[in-house]
Nanobody, 117 residues
Framework: QVQLVESGGGLVQAGGSLRLSCAASGTFSSIPFMGWYRQAPGNEREFVASISSSGSTNYADSVKGRFTISRDNAKNTVDLLMNSLKPGDTAVYYC???????????WGQGTRVTVSS
């Protein structure tokens, strides 16, 4: 079992920055993959970024060059630094953790990010 708690959302003007953080707790030895997804009103949840325990990263095309994901394996945390924010980035952001055995997805409760124009 993995519990995920996000923090760091809020209201920011277009062009500004925010850092989201997610802390994982529970009974696990390691978390192979952690990441962030987001869901805007009326839209489906979409992938934003992910990072493996070895540090390999993936980003959605819409955030490449603006967002940076990082993690601290010792603290079981994952951060998302969001720069050059746009109104289109407005959404609830969810932290995600993936365990392999058995294959299981865990989600945080979400943190809201609002970017004003």
């Amino acid at each position: 079992q993995v519990q995920l708690v996000e923090s760091g959302g809020g209201l920011v003007q277009a062009g500004g920055s925010l850092r989201l953080s997610c802390a994982a707790s529970g009974t696990f030895s390691s978390i192979p993959f952690m990441g962030w997804y987001r869901q805007a009103p009326g839209n489906e949840r979409e992938f934003v970024a992910s990072i493996s325990s070895s540090g390999s990263t993936n980003y959605a095309d819409s955030v490449k060059g603006r967002f940076t994901i990082s993690r601290d394996n010792a603290k079981n945390t994952v951060d998302l630094l969001m720069n050059s924010l746009k109104p289109g980035d407005t959404a609830v952001y969810y932290c995600n953790a993936v365990l392999i055995r058995p294959p299981t997805n865990y989600w945080g409760q979400g943190t809201r990010v609002t970017v004003s124009s």
